[in-house]
């Protein structure tokens, strides 16, 4: 599973899919605007969200979860990344949250 930056992450929102595996309490802190929230325990019953044809970038507080989900993905034939340092290194950058 490719590790990118929050640089590349930006770069591709407006064309990837970015899925946010947090928990509902770590989401209310502010989430990338226009991520999907699944919880990575609830990903499994709610796969059918995401679209097989276009490429995932999972993120999570600090990239351990979406590391493990961007491996699952890509077993399950979906095209996917994780973002190195998560949602820690994306708000330090000053980068959008909703």
Not at 7 to 28: C, H, K, M, S, Y
Not at 40 to 61: A, F, H, K, Q
């Amino acid at each position: 599973m490719p590790e990118i930056t929050i640089t590349d992450t930006d770069g591709r929102r407006a064309t990837d899919q970015i899925l946010d595996v947090r928990e509902d309490f770590e989401v209310a802190e502010g989430m990338i605007p226009g991520a999907i929230h699944i919880p990575m325990g609830e990903l499994n019953t709610r796969l059918g969200e995401l679209d097989r044809s276009r490429p995932v970038i999972v993120i999570c507080r600090s990239g351990n979860r979406s590391a493990r989900v961007a491996d699952a993905l890509t077993g399950a034939g979906y095209t996917a990344d994780t973002m190195a340092g998560g949602m820690i290194a994306w708000q330090r950058a000053g980068l959008p949250v909703s």
